[in-house]
């Protein structure tokens, strides 16, 4: 009994927020350097610390912020903004959805909660945690989400902030540091996926390369790769049940 009531105390232990945070720390260095980036793209855009820090809490999406600066500086309108920005965080929809079913027990406001402050890297922790078949709950996710949305904008402001003696971040190498934190979390993911489901994986990133590759002939680049990412995604998670 005594060892039952250990094992369940570990497993609690795992579940907490302060847990979820701790799970956030080797993802940081990927949301600093990329924050740091895209507070020195921002400054460099005409946006006052101000609107940067407004511009990281209220999108909080890297991508989307390194695209609404440059069609900021190219002076596009507005409503093109806004449905760029729409379509490249597409994306979080299908992140959200592969998680929601983990917890459909809390109530609608915390799930809107978890998902409003889901980004690629906490996903990719989180499907980690998934795949090693270990339990999580809304505690350890708001500890993961909450973490990594308060570093994103610290080191955008301190991007903004200091960017004047950073002119070039591609000279430290921070635009690859987020490539690198994602190799890191698939090479993760790898070492505890069975053999049928690695092949299964396999395919659908062959799909979205065809597809891709079909779409850029009618549609912008970057179009086409979030589509085919999106179609191929819904059509994994569909097979995949």
């Known amino acids: 009994m005594y060892g039952l009531a250990k094992e369940i105390n570990r497993e609690e232990d795992l579940t907490t927020f302060s847990q979820g945070a701790k799970d956030c720390v080797p993802t940081l260095i990927g949301y600093i350097s990329i924050g740091i980036a895209m507070g020195i793209v921002g400054a460099s855009s005409n946006l006052s610390i101000l609107e940067i820090a407004l511009l990281s809490a209220l999108v909080y999406a890297g991508a989307a912020q390194f695209i609404i600066c440059a069609l900021l500086v190219a002076g596009s309108p507005i409503s093109v903004i806004i449905f760029t920005t729409f379509i490249v965080n597409l994306r979080n929809f299908l992140l959200s959805m592969t998680l929601a079913p983990y917890f459909t027990k809390y ?4 799930n809107i909660g978890i998902g409003a402050l889901v980004t690629d890297e906490s996903f990719g922790v989180t499907a980690n945690k998934i795949a090693k078949k270990e339990t999580f709950n809304a505690s350890w996710m708001n500890g993961l989400n909450v ?7 610290l080191s955008c402001i301190l991007g903004a902030i200091f960017g004047k003696w950073i002119s070039n971040p591609e000279v430290l190498g921070l635009d690859f540091s987020l490539t690198a934190m994602f190799l890191a979390l698939l090479v993760l993911q790898l070492e505890n996926i069975a053999h049928s489901k690695l092949k299964f994986y396999l ?6 390369v065809i597809l891709m590759l079909i779409l850029c002939m009618f549609l912008p680049s970057y179009i086409a790769i979030l589509l085919s990412t999106m179609i191929v995604a819904t059509i994994g ?4 049940k």
């Open 107 to 110: 109530p609608l406001m915390k």
């Open 147 to 153: 973490t990594a949305y308060i570093f994103w904008n």
């Open 203 to 208: 395919t659908l990133i062959v799909y979205v």
């Open 237 to 240: 998670v569909v097979k995949d």
